[in-house]
């Protein structure tokens, strides 16, 4: 494993842990109330993900995008190394306990293959690469999407978590924008 990834990987993390509870709500509120910046098609799948430690929350945005008519979904860990499989959801849908504990739709919810994927990281630079936990899902799930059909992947992250480079190795996924509480970041012309 790259050790310039495993030290920024502890850095970001105790970094985000430092925020204090009322900032990562405020930040995550912040997000929802801007204007979301791509057009929502009828029945556009949006996939969000429920958090893991001190993750910016992401369903203040997905209840807003719900609201203006979208799909949802969350990932579901199908295994080590194998991509993430989105599975249709709502709010007030049970979920269960996944991989680590994290919430996801139970195995009765339908597969669903979205259009724009809200991606959870530790790390983002202004060249659209993030840095995970190390598992390589997202990476996965966005390269196999992206073989398919067109997909946007929108970071969520607080602005702290924005680093100067992100060491980057070839199946790493880039992308295409950051939604954090103080700006949009469009990378797409990266």
């Known amino acids: ?3 310039s990834k495993v030290v920024l990987r502890r850095d970001a993390i105790a970094g985000r842990d430092a925020l204090p509870a009322n900032a990562r ?3 995550a509120e912040a997000i929802a109330a ?3 910046p791509l057009p929502l098609a009828p029945g556009v799948i949006v ?3 429920m958090t893991f430690g001190n993750e910016i929350n992401p369903l203040p945005l997905m209840r807003k995008l719900a609201g203006k008519g979208a799909r949802l979904a969350l990932p579901v860990v199908a295994g080590r190394g194998k991509a993430l499989v989105m599975r249709e959801w709502t ?4 979920l269960s306990a996944g991989v680590w504990g994290i919430r996801e739709p139970t195995p009765e919810a339908a597969e669903v293959e979205p259009d724009i994927l809200l991606v959870p990281l530790l790390a983002f630079d202004r060249t659209g690469h ?14 196999e999407l992206r073989e398919r059909k067109h997909i946007v992947a929108l970071g ?16 790493d996924a880039r992308l295409d ?3 954090t509480e103080r700006e949009v970041i469009d990378l797409r012309g990266q």
């Open 177 to 179: 924008l950051v939604l």
């Open 34 to 36: 801007r204007p979301f």
């Open 130 to 143: 993030r840095l995970g936990y190390g598992g390589g899902y997202y990476d996965r799930t966005i390269a």
């Open 1 to 3: 494993m790259d050790d």
């Open 156 to 171: 969520v992250a607080y602005s702290a978590q924005e680093v100067p480079s992100v060491p980057v190795s070839p199946r």
């Open 25 to 27: 709500q405020a930040a």
């Open 91 to 94: 709010f007030g849908a049970p």
């Open 47 to 49: 996939s969000g993900f």
